[in-house]
Each structure stands twice: as structure tokens, then as C-alpha cells.
């Protein structure tokens, strides 16, 4: 089966579905059992897919279970009710007191202030690397590293980085590596045929796609699916019968949503290219983006997330053009069908290994709206910062 076909069949047995094309959703706390030769038949199976009880899932996550498992090619998928929480989930389920964790520089700001402000409180120890490092990680690996953590592109900068190469010197070290791959939604990108034991995503983002529903997943491969499951239901994750059938939902118009998408930011991020005020794009699909050759190699496409930076900049004529922007709203997420944008005058405090010598970083989701407009709607803000210099 090819990959569209694949995503439109996935998560939809007729157990889910009970006849229709989606699944029903199930909505439940209690699990009733006729008797208890039923009842400890579900206790037995409870870690696979059978209704045991609410926080073990439904039907209905189930289905979303088996699509994005397909997906992203694992041996099993964990919801959680946030990005933020599947990657603080995932990584507790990982780490002990005494452990080290290789993070890296570019990463997810909350990201690195779990690991700086809840991390330290049960004595594991994080350092962050510069995620163009590739086989120089081998020096960084002490004898307590347990997990190496990456993100590619990184966020905001969109460092590209060489994950076959890290996965390389970790395994030969032992190390699991995890992988927050938000960016890269598992259709464009899908990390564990890279070898990376787990991979994450703000399902959110793109999964979602329409800014209405908090969800996070990781996907696990044989090894380290039994533990990440367990682990994960210990820690009291679940998520909702309904946002899991509208991530679902989500998820099927995802491939379609993101061709537009990747096609729109290209002609953005070409015009911006040329635009005298802006140094370079930060895009995984140009040469002027760190490891644009790993994006080549690696990846299946991008889709609407990128940056630019800019050649001057203040602070003053940065929030000027926030404020002239009319089809940009101002909003911290992405993914969406709508254009977004943040902007960050300095890196500072969000990096501690890689330095920002340049200008001022814009970052924008390029949403489905029409590229003219977008265009026109940039010009005019650029024009509007310009004056403001
Ligand atoms: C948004 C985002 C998250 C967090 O997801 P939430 O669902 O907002 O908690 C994690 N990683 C990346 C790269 C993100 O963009």
C-alpha cells in the first residue's frame, strides 16, 4: 500500500467504526464487565487494545493510536494531553536520579526549562550541544548519559541536523534517543527509520491542524514501547474521546493541507529571500539554512513553518511591523490553516552553546490563505519597519 492510501485506511477496523466511516467516540471513566472470567480476560490484555478502563483509552483513541503508529512506523503510540506533556512524560519515563541528558541548544523553549527547572529537582543533569555538532557528540557523552534528545529543523534558527550521524555515536554508547518531531508531523519526516527509539510531536500542530484541539504523541519503536506505554499510563496520561477523534479527523486531510502549505511558504520565502531588507531565509529548503543538505537527504518535503532574518533591526521597528501585519495574527503555535507570526529582536536566554550574530529572527506559519495576499500584506509591514530603522 503507498503512503495516502495507507493513512486513509489506518485506525479504522469496523470495531472502531461500527459501520460508519469514522470512528464513533467513546466516551468513558468506567469499563463495565459482564463477568469475571470477561473481567480478567481485559486485566490480561489491558496494555493492548481492549477496554479495561478510561485512562487505558477507548475505541476511539485507539484509532488514533493505530493511524499515527502507521504513520510514523512504530510499535505503538502514546497520547497526552499537550506537546509539552509528551515530551516531559516521555522523558520520565526514561530517566532516573543520577542521569544525564545531552539536549540540544536549538531546542522547544519549555523543552529546556523542564529539563533546567524540574529536571535538576531529581538530580538529573542536562547539557546542551550545538545541533550542527554530528559525530563531535561523541565527546560530550559522559559515563551517566542516558538520553539524547534532539530537534530537527531546531526551533525558531531551523537548524537541520545530521540524526542518522547522532543516532550513530549514541547507540554505539547506549543511549536512547527521542526526537521532538513536530516539525516534521511523521508524513514529511518519520525518525524512527532513522533509527531514533522515540519520536515526538505537539500533534496540535499540524495532526490537528485547525488550532482547536491540545494533543501530544510519541511513537515508539519494539524496544522502548512497553516502558514508554506503561510509564506513561503510571504518570496518569490521557486525553480526551473527543479531541482524539477530531485529531483524527485531523490527520486525514493532513497530506492535502500541507502540499499547499509547503508550496505557499516556498513563494513566500522566495519573494522575502529578495527583499533588500532581509539578510537570509531560514528555511530547510534553501541553501542559506544550516544542514539545508540533511533536509535533502532526509526529509519528504517541507510545509508552511519557516523564519527570515532580518539585516537591521530595533526592537521599535520589529513591533511596528508585528502591528502592521493584518493576515499575520501574533500567536505563539503553528499548524493551523491560518498565517501566524513571532518575532524575536535577540536569541538570548533561549541558547546556550550557539551564539545569534545576526539581526533580528521573524518567524512565520504560512497559512491557506491566498500567497498574494501575503505577500502584499509582508510588503507593506517590511515598508513600515523600514521607516522605523
Ligand atoms: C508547540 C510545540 C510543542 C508543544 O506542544 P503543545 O501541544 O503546545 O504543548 C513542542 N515542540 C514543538 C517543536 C512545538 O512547536
Known amino acids: 500500500m503507498k503512503k495516502n492510501t495507507k493513512l486513509v485506511s489506518s485506525g479504522r477496523k469496523s470495531e472502531y467504526t461500527q459501520g460508519v466511516v469514522n470512528p464513533v467516540v467513546q466516551r468513558a471513566s468506567t469499563v463495565v464487565f459482564e463477568s469475571v472470567a470477561q473481567m480478567h480476560q481485559a486485566i490480561k490484555e489491558r496494555s493492548h487494545r481492549t477496554l479495561f478502563y478510561g485512562r487505558r483509552g477507548t475505541t476511539t483513541h485507539f484509532a488514533l493510536q493505530d493511524a499515527i503508529m502507521e504513520l510514523e512506523n512504530g510499535a505503538g503510540c502514546a497520547l497526552y494531553p499537550s506537546g509539552a506533556a509528551a515530551i516531559s512524560q516521555s522523558l520520565l519515563s526514561l530517566l532516573e536520579a543520577g542521569d544525564h541528558i545531552l539536549m540540544v541548544d536549538t531546542v522547544y523553549e519549555p523543552t529546556r526549562d523542564f529539563c533546567d527547572k524540574i529536571l ?3 538530580g538529573i543533569e542536562t547539557s546542551y550541544y550545538d545541533p550542527m555538532i554530528g559525530a563531535g557528540i561523541e565527546s560530550l557523552i559522559k559515563s551517566n548519559t542516558k538520553v539524547l534528545f534532539l530537534e530537527s529543523p531546531g526551533s525558531i534558527t531551523m537548524e537541520v541536523q545530521d540524526v542518522p550521524e547522532l543516532v550513530r555515536v549514541a547507540k554505539s554508547h547506549g543511549l536512547v534517543t527521542v526526537l521532538d518531531n513536530t516539525w516534521g508531523n511523521g508524513w514529511q519526516y518519520r525518525p524512527l527509520e532513522h533509527g531514533v527509539d522515540i519520536s515526538i510531536q505537539a500533534a496540535t500542530k499540524y495532526i490537528v491542524g485547525h488550532s482547536d484541539v491540545m494533543m501530544g504523541v510519541a511513537v515508539a519503536n519494539e524496544r522502548y514501547w512497553p516502558q514508554l ?13 473527543d479531541d482524539a477523534y477530531l485529531a483524527l479527523r485531523g490527520l486525514r486531510t493532513m497530506p492535502a493541507r500541507l502540499k499547499q502549505h509547503e508550496q505557499s511558504a516556498l513563494q513566500v520565502a522566495k519573494w522575502l529571500a529578495e527583499h533588500p531588507l532581509v539578510d537570509h531565509v531560514r528555511h530547510p529548503a534553501f541553501t542559506t539554512c544550516p544542514g539545508h543538505e540533511f533536509f535533502k ?13 532580518m539585516k537591521e533591526g530595533s526592537q521599535k521597528a520589529v513591533n511596528r ?19 501566524l507570526v513571532t ?3 535577540t536569541m538570548a536566554g533561549l541558547r546556550s552553546v550557539t551564539g545569534w550574530d545576526h539581526g533580528p529572527i521573524i518567524r512565520l506559519h504560512i497559512g491557506l490563505e491566498d500567497v498574494d495576499d501575503l505577500i502584499e500584506d509582508l510588503d507593506n509591514a517590511l515598508s513600515i519597519y523600514e521607516s522605523n530603522l
Do not use: I, P
Open 343 to 345: 518575532a524575536n529582536v
Open 321 to 339: 511591523f508585528l502591528d502592521a501585519l493584518e493576515h499575520f495574527k501574533m500567536g505563539f503555535s503553528w499548524g493551523g490553516y491560518e498565517s
Open 297 to 309: 537527504r532526509d526529509f519528504d518535503g517541507s510545509n508552511g513553518l519557516f523564519s527570515f532574518v
Open 229 to 241: 506505554r506503561e510509564h506513561s499510563y503510571l504518570l496518569g496520561q490521557c486525553t480526551s474521546a
Open 120 to 122: 535538576t529537582r531529581y
